[in-house]
């Protein structure tokens, strides 16, 4: 069955969407990058329809993964579990991943490089841990390993993670303060034999603060 397309008009709600009319009834809506080659007097038959609905389709998923990735860089399994989320069928996800991938919206590679230059910058972790993060983003193992290739030995890491932390423990007796620590830096992925050497250099500086601030308290 064959009909004709007999208007095209652009939605009130959404200027990016028009509706089509076939034989002067509306008939569905799509997003004028699938439109755009469409004019009065086309003649379309069912399989025409479908198409253009199947891409319509298309685009929508296409334009919720941008959206998504405006809020922050995704893997390409968080990007597929957040379409197949929203309702969407493999096969549409499949052609926006495909996009995607294309245009290098989607780059594991990128995205597992940028994750552990960020954490060494703001938050500091071992290897052991940000490889599980990774990991659980489904980041393949060889690109987890050249993202770990540029960063510091774990005991630096260790290191860097306890100065920002010490802040945090003035005031405290030893032993608390090495509990604290110690408690901190695991968390954070780092190994007993790292860890171990820190507490006692950490102890020493934080100790050798609390001195110098009772005598100059005492001199005041």
């Given at each position: 069955m064959q009909q004709k397309l007999t208007g095209i008009e652009q939605q009130k709600k959404n200027p990016n969407r028009v509706n089509i009319y076939l034989d002067e009834q509306f008939a569905f809506g799509l997003h004028k990058?699938?439109?755009?080659?469409?004019?009065?007097?086309?003649?379309?038959?069912?399989?025409?329809i479908q198409y253009l609905q199947q891409e319509d389709m298309l685009e929508e998923a296409y334009q919720k993964a941008l959206r998504l990735l405006g809020y922050r860089?995704?893997?390409?399994y968080e990007m597929r579990s957040r379409l197949a989320e929203y309702g969407y069928e493999e096969n549409c996800i499949n052609g926006v991943i495909a996009r995607l991938l294309e245009?290098?919206?989607?780059?594991?590679?990128?995205?597992?490089?940028d994750w552990v230059e960020n954490r060494n910058t703001f938050r500091p972790r071992g290897r052991r841990l940000l490889t599980l993060e990774l990991r659980?983003?489904?980041?393949?193992?060889?690109?987890?390993?050249?993202?770990?290739?540029t960063l510091p030995q774990d005991a630096e890491l260790a290191h860097q993670a306890a100065t920002k932390y010490c802040s945090k423990l003035k005031g405290l007796?030893?032993?608390?303060?090495?509990?604290?620590?110690?408690?901190?830096?695991?968390?954070?992925?780092?190994?007993?034999?790292?860890?171990?050497?820190?507490?006692e250099e950490m102890w020493e500086e934080n100790d050798s603060l609390n001195l110098v601030e009772i005598e100059v308290t005492e001199d005041e």
């Amino acid at each position: 069955m064959q009909q004709k397309l007999t208007g095209i008009e652009q939605q009130k709600k959404n200027p990016n969407r028009v509706n089509i009319y076939l034989d002067e009834q509306f008939a569905f809506g799509l997003h004028k990058y699938v439109a755009w080659h469409l004019k009065v007097g086309d003649v379309l038959d069912e399989q025409s329809i479908q198409y253009l609905q199947q891409e319509d389709m298309l685009e929508e998923a296409y334009q919720k993964a941008l959206r998504l990735l405006g809020y922050r860089p995704r893997t390409e399994y968080e990007m597929r579990s957040r379409l197949a989320e929203y309702g969407y069928e493999e096969n549409c996800i499949n052609g926006v991943i495909a996009r995607l991938l294309e245009r290098e919206y989607l780059n594991d590679q990128q995205f597992a490089e940028d994750w552990v230059e960020n954490r060494n910058t703001f938050r500091p972790r071992g290897r052991r841990l940000l490889t599980l993060e990774l990991r659980q983003k489904k980041v393949s193992e060889s690109q987890i390993r050249r993202a770990l290739e540029t960063l510091p030995q774990d005991a630096e890491l260790a290191h860097q993670a306890a100065t920002k932390y010490c802040s945090k423990l003035k005031g405290l007796d030893e032993k608390s303060f090495k509990r604290k620590l110690y408690g901190f830096l695991a968390r954070k992925g780092f190994m007993y034999e790292d860890i171990k050497p820190i507490l006692e250099e950490m102890w020493e500086e934080n100790d050798s603060l609390n001195l110098v601030e009772i005598e100059v308290t005492e001199d005041e």
